[in-house]
């Protein structure tokens, strides 16, 4: 049903050829990556901070507001 060709050479090209060149991304790309996560998490944490700080008067009770 299926044919699949295997090359019988694969192994010694995959593990004993030049390794391949390093392709680095522009640090600009690096540092829009970095700025995104960072307000990602402080805008994260400035929801839960503004949620739990709205909500934190119903877990007491009447007298306990004085």
Same mark, same amino acid.
């Given at each position: 049903?299926?044919?699949?060709?295997? *090359?019988?050479?694969? =192994? +010694?090209? =995959? /593990?004993?050829?030049?390794?391949?060149?390093?392709?680095?991304?522009?640090? !600009?790309? !690096?540092?829009?990556?970095?700025?995104?996560?960072?307000?990602?998490?402080?805008?994260? !944490?400035?929801?839960? !901070?503004?949620?739990?700080?709205?909500?934190? /008067?119903?877990?007491?009770? *009447? /007298?306990?507001? +004085?």
């Amino acid at each position: 049903m299926f044919r699949y060709e295997v *090359d019988p050479g694969w =192994y +010694e090209k =995959y /593990w004993f050829s030049d390794r391949p060149p390093v392709r680095r991304r522009p640090f !600009s790309a !690096s540092l829009a990556r970095f700025g995104v996560v960072v307000a990602l998490v402080v805008g994260g !944490s400035a929801m839960l !901070s503004h949620y739990h700080a709205n909500d934190v /008067w119903h877990g007491y009770q *009447d /007298w306990e507001h +004085e």
